[in-house]
C-alpha cells in the first residue's frame, strides 16, 4: 500500500524559508492518475489546502491563493519524492504541515504530519 | 474562517446515531465530490468518505455519506466510545481552484 514519510525541520526562523519533503513508497510520484499535495492545520487557520503536484504527460502545480507567491512544490523523480518551499514564513505559518495524495477533492493517504515553529 | 460550515460539537450516547453537516456553495459542494475525514487527537486525518458516499476498504459500514444541493451529511451509527474525534469535510472549490475544508466537528459520545 502507499505510504507517505515526512522529512524536515521543526524550527524555522521568521523571514527564511521552510522546506519539507514527503517521500513516497508503494506509487511513483509520476503517476498519471495521482496528485501529490501539501496540507497545513493549525487552530486558526484550521485545514488548508496548500497546493499540489501531478504528472499528466508534462508536470503540473496548482497552489493556493493565500500563499501563491510565496510557495513551490517539486517533483524529486529521482528519489520518488516532492517537497515543499515556503518563503518569507512568518509566526503565522507555523503549523503542522501534511504531504497527502488525492485527486483535490479527497486525500486518501497521509504523511505522520510535521509540526513547524516559526520563530520571531 | 473555513468556506464550508459545520457545527462545532456534536454528541450522543454509545449505540446511538449522530449526524454532522457540512454546507457550502454552487462552486464547492454543488458541483464536486465531498470527502469526510475522522481525526484522532495527536494524528494525522483519515479518510471516511469519498466521493460523497463511498467507504475506502477497511471503514465501517457504521459510516455513511450523503450530500443534496451544496450541503453533506456524515452519519454514524452504532455510536462507540473509539468514535470520539474531530471530523471534517472536504471538496474542491472550482471558483477558487483549491481543496477547502470545513472547521471541523467534535463529537463527543457520553
Known amino acids: 500500500q502507499v505510504q507517505l514519510q515526512q522529512s524536515g525541520p521543526g524550527l524555522v526562523k521568521a523571514s527564511q524559508t521552510l522546506s519539507l519533503t514527503c517521500g513516497i513508497s508503494?506509487?511513483?510520484?509520476?503517476?498519471?492518475?495521482?496528485?501529490w499535495n501539501w496540507i497545513r492545520q493549525s487552530p486558526s487557520r484550521g485545514l488548508e489546502w496548500l497546493g499540489r503536484?501531478?504528472?499528466?504527460?508534462?508536470?503540473?502545480?496548482d497552489y493556493a491563493v493565500s500563499v501563491k507567491s510565496r510557495i513551490t512544490i517539486n517533483p524529486d523523480t529521482s528519489k520518488n519524492q516532492f517537497s515543499l518551499q515556503l518563503n518569507s514564513v512568518t509566526p503565522e505559518d507555523t503549523a503542522v504541515y501534511y504531504c497527502?495524495?488525492?485527486?483535490?477533492?479527497?486525500?486518501?493517504?497521509w504523511g505522520q504530519g510535521t509540526m513547524v515553529t516559526v520563530s520571531s | 474562517q473555513s468556506v464550508l460550515t459545520q457545527p462545532p460539537s456534536v454528541s450522543a450516547a454509545p449505540g446511538q446515531r449522530v449526524t454532522i453537516s457540512c454546507s457550502g456553495s454552487?462552486?464547492?459542494?454543488?458541483?464536486?465530490?465531498v470527502s469526510w475525514y475522522q481525526q484522532l487527537p495527536g494524528t494525522a486525518p483519515k479518510l471516511l468518505i469519498y466521493?460523497?458516499?463511498k467507504r475506502p476498504s477497511g471503514i465501517p459500514d457504521r459510516f455513511s455519506g450523503s450530500k443534496s444541493g451544496t450541503s453533506a451529511t456524515l452519519g454514524i451509527t452504532g455510536l462507540q466510545t473509539g468514535d470520539e474525534a474531530d471530523y471534517y469535510c472536504?471538496?474542491?472549490?472550482?471558483?477558487?481552484?483549491?481543496?477547502?475544508f470545513g472547521g471541523g466537528t467534535k463529537l463527543t459520545v457520553l
Open positions: 497527502t495524495s488525492g485527486g483535490g477533492d479527497s486525500f486518501d493517504i
Open positions: 508503494g506509487d511513483s510520484v509520476s503517476s498519471k492518475s495521482a496528485a
Open positions: 503536484t501531478y504528472y499528466r504527460s508534462k508536470w503540473y502545480q
Open positions: 454552487s462552486s464547492n459542494i454543488g458541483n464536486n465530490y
Open positions: 466521493e460523497n458516499n
Open positions: 472536504g471538496t474542491w472549490d472550482s471558483s477558487l481552484s483549491a481543496g477547502v
